[in-house]
């Protein structure tokens, strides 16, 4: 069971990671268009984008003061899974159970 499900979610994440390159580069030409134009938002008969810049702060432990980081320094756990494909001959994959 556990075999197919895998390898199920393998073949998608293939497909996924194709498609994702394929979104990153229709986005850098949109993106080029838009600087080009000099433009934030372009407009299409079905379709809107809008170019927007979301500042963020970030504060690296080598940058502050030890005491700062150690009083405000805040630490989140995120949980995922992560799957690699094994290319394991059937000896080593007994061992593994």
Same mark, same amino acid.
């Given at each position: 069971?556990? !075999? $197919?499900?895998?390898?199920?979610?393998?073949?998608?994440?293939? %497909?996924?990671?194709?498609?994702?390159?394929? !979104?990153?580069?229709? =986005?850098? $030409?949109?993106?080029?268009?838009?600087?080009?134009?000099?433009? !934030?938002?372009?407009?299409?008969? &079905?379709?809107? #984008?809008?170019?927007?810049? #979301?500042?963020? +702060? &970030?504060?690296? %432990? $080598? &940058? @502050? /003061? /030890?005491?700062?980081?150690?009083?405000?320094?805040?630490?989140? #756990?995120? $949980?995922? @899974? =992560?799957?690699?494909?094994?290319?394991?001959?059937?000896?080593? +994959?007994?061992?593994?159970?």
């Amino acid at each position: 069971m556990s !075999e $197919k499900l895998f390898h199920e979610w393998y073949l998608l994440k293939q %497909k996924i990671a194709k498609l994702s390159a394929q !979104e990153a580069q229709i =986005r850098e $030409k949109v993106q080029q268009l838009m600087e080009e134009k000099g433009v !934030e938002q372009l407009t299409s008969e &079905n379709y809107s #984008v809008f170019l927007m810049s #979301v500042p963020r +702060r &970030n504060l690296s %432990k $080598k &940058n @502050c /003061p /030890p005491e700062i980081w150690e009083r405000y320094a805040t630490t989140s #756990v995120s $949980k995922y @899974c =992560r799957l690699k494909k094994e290319n394991l001959s059937p000896s080593k +994959r007994l061992r593994m159970i």
